[in-house]
T-cell receptor, first 113, second 111 residues
Framework: KAGVTQTPRYLIKTRGQQVTLSCSPISGHRSVSWYQQTPGQGLQFLFEYFSETQRNKGNFPGRFSGRQFSNSRSEMNVSTLELGDSALYLC????????????FGQGTRLTVV | GIQVEQSPPDLILQEGANSTLRCNFSDSVNNLQWFHQNPWGQLINLFYIPSGTKQNGRLSATTVATERYSLLYISSSQTTDSGVYFCAVARGSGANSKLTFGKGITLSVRP
């Protein structure tokens, strides 16, 4: 079956702009989580959505937001981009209940200039 | 929050050698996964192993949950094994299912 699909793969944005990233989970998976990877901070949890509800949130400013649709697809949005937002953004999906094994997409590499 | 430490941070091997990568964690966990990050950034699932031992080809893993550590063994290493290996843990399911990652182990396998 198809894996986790993230679009776009690469993105270049200017400071102050906003960006929307998309994630389609594995079919049947109801939980989608987002992570940010930077050389300095490593992999950090952003937020998790389950059945269209944010179930958990990491320690990121309010400029980072997300949502999940009824088909479990998720989007994350970053407003007022800063240079420090340049990172690899990874999305993971899991069944979301008792089975918590996470499967990751290929990521979206965001560069803010 | 839960702490995850991986060691060693860097490992250089000759092709054909064996290696052991370690992951220590600070609290009881419901989920422990090992990943290999490919050059394009994708995290490839190696093992889902909150406890016990599993094997997949040249790779095997053991988690001793009561002592809060996990080991990833790579035997007869190949150049394609190069890359960064991450251990990630989660306390539970549902709202406690977020993964906390270690800093990773960079493995270089020389031909």
């Amino acid at each position: 079956k198809a894996g986790v699909t993230q679009t776009p793969r690469y993105l270049i944005k200017t400071r102050g702009q906003q960006v929307t990233l998309s994630c389609s989970p594995i079919s049947g998976h109801r939980s989608v989580s987002w992570y940010q990877q930077t050389p300095g901070q490593g992999l950090q949890f952003l937020f998790e959505y389950f059945s269209e509800t944010q179930r958990n949130k990491g320690n990121f400013p309010g400029r980072f937001s997300g949502r999940q649709f009824s088909n479990s697809r998720s989007e994350m949005n970053v407003s007022t981009l800063e240079l420090g937002d340049s990172a690899l953004y990874l999305c993971a999906s899991s069944l979301g209940e008792w089975r918590v094994e996470a499967f990751f997409g290929q990521g979206t590499r965001l560069t803010v200039v | 929050g839960i702490q995850v430490e991986q060691s060693p941070p860097d490992l250089i091997l000759q092709e054909g050698a064996n290696s052991t990568l370690r992951c220590n964690f600070s609290d009881s966990v419901n989920n422990l996964q090992w990943f290999h990050q490919n050059p394009w950034g994708q995290l490839i699932n190696l093992f889902y192993i909150p406890s016990g031992t599993k094997q997949n080809g040249r790779l095997s893993a053991t988690t001793v949950a009561t002592e809060r550590y996990s080991l990833l063994y790579i035997s007869s290493s190949q150049t394609t094994d190069s890359g960064v290996y991450f251990c990630a843990v989660a306390r539970g399911s549902g709202a406690n299912s977020k993964l906390t990652f270690g800093k990773g182990i960079t493995l270089s396998v020389r031909p």
